[in-house]
């Protein structure tokens, strides 16, 4: 069975301030397939990253960065100098390998101007 | 602009209507996914087409019929509904059709109010 816990259900943060999104995983497989999505109020998911369970090293693109930790099971989500247009709800998922995704509940997060 | 269209964008619809979602995509992908989603809570798979084939329901009750016309149509046909089946109801694509290896491709969903 798979599971992906986001502990942080909202989060408030005032413009410029770093934020870190946590998401904890659990799978009995060897391979899997970890993403992070992100819900604006328009409603579509926007996919924003994938890491295979073999590629631990960390990822920074722009003002988002990654931590992926197998000994720990979290792939933590950090958002650097936030923006109001980064308000929107942030997903966790986690797929073995074929078609099932797994979504946590999502984290909210309000960037107050 | 989402690559993944869905109409129509809401819909309200009584207990013994017969109504259905579309779902367009032209990037090429051979894998297109149903996913419904209640307010607060993460989407949840309900069916997967692979090269215009079924190959996932996940339990789902019959009064929802999918349907695959060709690789680029999704549709979802909707008959005698509950309240409780009220939702934002997402298409999603992905190039990898025997895997989610990669990134799935959302459209911004059609949302369901059923009377």
């Known amino acids: 069975a798979q599971k992906v816990t986001q502990a942080q259900t909202e989060i408030s943060v005032v413009e410029k301030e770093d934020v870190t999104l946590d998401c904890v995983y659990e799978t009995r497989d060897t391979t899997y397939y970890l993403f992070w999505y992100k819900q604006p109020p328009s409603g579509e998911l926007v996919f924003l990253i994938r890491?295979?369970?073999?590629?631990?090293q960390n990822e920074i693109s722009g003002r988002y960065s990654w931590n992926f930790q197998k000994s720990t099971s979290s792939f933590n989500f950090t958002i650097t100098a936030s923006q109001v247009v980064d308000s929107a709800v942030y997903f966790c998922?986690?797929?073995?390998?074929?078609?099932?995704?797994?979504f946590g509940i999502g984290t909210k997060l309000q960037v107050i101007p | 602009d989402t690559e993944v269209t869905q109409t129509p964008k809401h819909l309200v619809m009584g207990m013994t209507n017969k109504k259905s979602l579309k779902c367009e995509q032209h990037m090429g992908h051979r894998a297109m996914y149903w996913y419904k989603q209640k307010a607060k809570k993460p989407p949840e798979l309900m069916f997967v087409?692979?090269?215009?084939?079924?190959?996932i329901n996940e339990s789902v009750p019959s009064r929802f019929s999918p349907e695959c016309p060709n690789s680029s149509l999704l549709n979802l046909h909707l008959h005698a509904l509950q309240p409780e089946d009220s939702a934002l109801y997402l298409c999603?694509?992905?190039?990898?059709?025997?895997?989610?290896?990669?990134?799935?491709?959302f459209g911004e969903g059609s949302r369901l109010t059923v009377l």
């Open positions: 999603a694509s992905s190039q990898d059709s025997a895997a989610v290896t990669g990134e799935l491709f």
């Open positions: 087409y692979s090269y215009e084939k079924l190959s």
């Open positions: 890491r295979n369970s073999f590629d631990e």
């Open positions: 998922a986690l797929s073995p390998g074929y078609q099932k995704v797994t």
